[in-house]
């Protein structure tokens, strides 16, 4: 089982995701015809870089776990699992 602290993470960065490509595809993304696009079709541009955010620091990741398993929020198998997760992605 997955520890909601975990998956509460996981589904606000990929909520904050998807409203990042939302605003990023309103306006502009038409092209006038003859830039190379095939005749007015939708300029491709890579996903923007977003600065990461200080809960993105392994560190800090790796801290806030240490204190939900202090608190008994997670097992130690939780635990385990969380941490070399973090380690994994470093």
């Given at each position: 089982?997955?520890?909601?602290?975990?998956?509460t993470?996981?589904?606000?960065?990929?909520?904050?995701?998807?409203?990042?490509?939302?605003?990023?595809?309103?306006?502009?993304?038409?092209?006038?015809?003859?830039?190379?696009?095939?005749?007015?079709?939708?300029?491709?541009?890579?996903?923007?870089q977003?600065?990461?955010?200080?809960?993105?620091?392994?560190?800090?990741?790796?801290?806030?776990?240490?204190?939900?398993?202090?608190s008994?929020?997670?097992?130690?198998?939780?635990?385990?699992?969380?941490?070399?997760?973090?380690?994994?992605?470093?």
């Amino acid at each position: 089982m997955i520890p909601r602290a975990i998956l509460t993470l996981v589904v606000a960065i990929l909520v904050s995701n998807l409203i990042i490509r939302f605003f990023s595809k309103k306006g502009g993304n038409q092209s006038p015809k003859g830039n190379g696009t095939g005749g007015g079709g939708k300029v491709i541009r890579p996903f923007p870089q977003v600065a990461p955010t200080p809960h993105d620091d392994p560190a800090d990741k790796l801290q806030k776990l240490k204190e939900l398993h202090d608190s008994g929020v997670l097992t130690d198998e939780e635990f385990a699992e969380a941490k070399s997760k973090v380690l994994k992605d470093m």
